[in-house]
């Protein structure tokens, strides 16, 4: 990209995200991560937010970016970047996740997500159902989810029969289903990912043998675990909500169980069975899925080479509406 300012910036308030170091990468932005304090821990709120504020427009003022592209949840980023973008005249594209557009507490703010898409040149959504709610708003948008560009990472050496859990531990994600269905497959084994804290030793404690958390793991080893197992578990409760582990899969072309909800049917369409959140359609997808992981592994690495061309089309897109835009402006 070429303009009259600095080089682009995608602005997030977080201590990293994968989503945002892809988008900065294909996009040949800068990514500035600005965060303080515990990452994700509402009592923090009114403490942090103010001083991530002041430390945005401190970075943007020195930057000076021509494209600011900026991650929202939390809004407030995106709204501090649209603040930067009126008085210096750069334009904003809002890269808008599910939870931010649907979610509480992101939906006490929709007057203010409204007012930003509207002024925003793109906001950047995952499915339909979005794009319909951005564009009744009067906002521009585009679908895009960004291809997963892996380290360098070996592989491990695992029990057989290997599922990779995709887990963080948030409100949406049925494990306590999965914990059930793996005490009925104990010939199965089950690698969890995410933080253990002291929330969750309930769980760990009483666990069947033939589950593992990993703990927080460094992304190197989590693409080794990826890169090691049979399938991959990547599972909902709520409804349009992209399924990262999903993508990983299909980037790594492994089988994927994922949630049957119709946005994630369309968008996974192949490789990939889907389960209701129950243990036992789990524990029967699991199954269905390591007797043919030779059979959907073929077809991830087919719809990866569709997934790829269509995001390069879609960033050609991005750049040349910011193109004109910057020539519009300054003409």
Same mark, same amino acid.
């Given at each position: 990209?070429?303009?009259?300012?600095?080089?682009?910036?995608?602005?997030?308030?977080?201590?990293?995200?994968?989503?945002?170091?892809?988008?900065?990468?294909?996009?040949?932005?800068?990514?500035?991560?600005?965060?303080?304090?515990?990452?994700?821990?509402?009592?923090?709120?009114?403490?942090?937010?103010?001083?991530? @504020?002041? +430390?945005?427009?401190?970075?943007?003022?020195?930057?000076?970016?021509?494209?600011?592209? !900026? %991650?929202?949840? *939390? $809004?407030?980023?995106?709204?501090?970047?649209?603040?930067?973008?009126?008085?210096?005249?750069?334009?904003?594209?809002?890269?808008?996740?599910?939870?931010?557009?649907?979610?509480?507490?992101?939906?006490?703010?929709?007057?203010?997500?409204?007012?930003?898409?509207?002024?925003?040149?793109?906001?950047?959504?995952?499915?339909?159902?979005?794009?319909?709610?951005?564009?009744?708003?009067?906002?521009?948008?585009?679908?895009?989810?960004?291809?997963?560009?892996?380290?360098? @990472?070996? +592989?491990?050496?695992?029990?057989?029969?290997?599922?990779?859990?995709?887990?963080?531990? !948030? %409100?949406?994600? *049925? $494990?306590?289903?999965?914990?059930?269905?793996?005490?009925?497959?104990?010939?199965?084994?089950?690698?969890?990912?995410?933080?253990?804290?002291?929330?969750?030793?309930?769980?760990?404690?009483?666990?069947?043998?033939?589950?593992?958390?990993?703990?927080?793991?460094?992304?190197?080893?989590?693409?080794?675990?990826?890169?090691?197992?049979?399938?991959?578990?990547?599972?909902?409760?709520?409804?349009?909500?992209?399924?990262?582990?999903?993508?990983?899969?299909?980037?790594?072309?492994?089988?994927?169980?994922?949630?049957?909800?119709?946005?994630?049917?369309?968008?996974?369409?192949?490789?990939?069975?889907?389960?209701?959140?129950?243990?036992?359609?789990?524990?029967?997808?699991?199954?269905?899925?390591?007797?043919?992981?030779?059979?959907?592994?073929?077809?991830?690495?087919?719809?990866?080479?569709?997934?790829?061309?269509?995001?390069?089309?879609?960033?050609?897109?991005?750049?040349?509406?910011?193109?004109?835009?910057?020539?519009?402006?300054?003409?």
């Amino acid at each position: 990209m070429k303009s009259r300012y600095g080089r682009p910036v995608y602005l997030a308030w977080a201590p990293f995200n994968r989503r945002a170091d892809s988008f900065a990468s294909h996009f040949n932005a800068e990514l500035c991560l600005v965060h303080y304090f515990k990452y994700r821990s509402p009592e923090w709120a009114l403490f942090k937010y103010p001083l991530m @504020a002041a +430390k945005t427009l401190a970075v943007l003022r020195k930057k000076r970016p021509g494209l600011v592209m !900026a %991650m929202s949840p *939390p $809004l407030f980023c995106a709204w501090i970047a649209h603040l930067f973008c009126a008085l210096y005249g750069c334009k904003l594209v809002i890269d808008a996740h599910t939870g931010s557009l649907i979610s509480f507490p992101w939906t006490m703010f929709r007057f203010l997500h409204k007012f930003l898409c509207k002024r925003a040149l793109l906001t950047i959504v995952t499915n339909d159902h979005l794009v319909r709610l951005v564009e009744s708003w009067g906002g521009e948008t585009i679908i895009m989810n960004p291809p997963i560009d892996f380290p360098e @990472a070996g +592989k491990k050496r695992l029990k057989s029969n290997s599922i990779l859990v995709v887990n963080t531990f !948030a %409100m949406d994600e *049925p $494990l306590d289903e999965i914990l059930l269905a793996a005490s009925n497959l104990p010939e199965v084994h089950f690698y969890v990912t995410g933080r253990v804290d002291g929330a969750q030793g309930r769980r760990v404690r009483n666990a069947p043998d033939n589950v593992y958390f990993t703990d927080f793991i460094p992304y190197e080893e989590y693409v080794s675990m990826l890169k090691s197992v049979d399938v991959v578990l990547a599972l909902t409760n709520r409804d349009f909500t992209l399924q990262s582990g999903g993508m990983e899969a299909m980037y790594m072309g492994k089988p994927l169980v994922t949630s049957r909800f119709p946005y994630l049917m369309s968008h996974f369409y192949q490789g990939t069975l889907y389960a209701v959140p129950e243990a036992e359609d789990i524990a029967e997808k699991l199954l269905e899925a390591l007797k043919h992981r030779k059979k959907l592994s073929r077809q991830m690495e087919t719809m990866r080479e569709a997934h790829s061309r269509d995001w390069e089309k879609k960033v050609q897109s991005v750049n040349e509406k910011w193109m004109m835009a910057d020539m519009k402006q300054g003409g």
